[in-house]
């Protein structure tokens, strides 16, 4: 079965920097895209940035760009996004998320908070 299992998150301060990773199993991981989500207390789930299935094809949301990369190693099947200048908005759980044929799978998500 599709697992997805995200790491990599904690508390950090303002100006910081973290690196996330989905460790992705139970699918043939290259052959699709990939995406990291966010969900803030009492905000929907937005995305934050895709990867294309070979790794060369990336989109960020706004708020994401400049400060945030994705990226993925195929051989490996894991997803990385990598998070610099860090602000309080940022602080959210975030979500590893594949979408196969109409059926989406979730990670169990990671906890950002970015607070002095």
């Known amino acids: 079965q599709v697992q997805l299992v995200e790491s990599g998150g904690g508390l950090v301060q303002p100006g910081g920097s973290l690196r996330l990773s989905c460790a992705a199993s139970?699918?043939?991981?290259?052959?699709?895209?990939m995406s990291w989500y966010r969900q803030a207390p009492g905000k929907e789930r937005e995305l934050v940035a895709a990867?294309?299935?070979?790794?060369?094809?990336?989109n960020y949301a706004d708020s994401s760009k400049g400060r945030f990369t994705i990226s993925r190693d195929n051989a490996k099947n894991i997803m990385y996004l990598e998070m610099n200048s860090l602000k309080p908005e940022d602080t959210a759980v975030y979500y590893c998320?594949?979408?196969?044929?109409?059926?989406?799978?979730w990670g169990q998500g990671t906890q950002v908070t970015v607070s002095d």
């Open positions: 990867v294309s299935s070979g790794g060369g094809t990336t």
């Open positions: 998320n594949a979408k196969i044929g109409l059926q989406n799978y």
């Open positions: 139970g699918f043939i991981f290259r052959r699709y895209t």
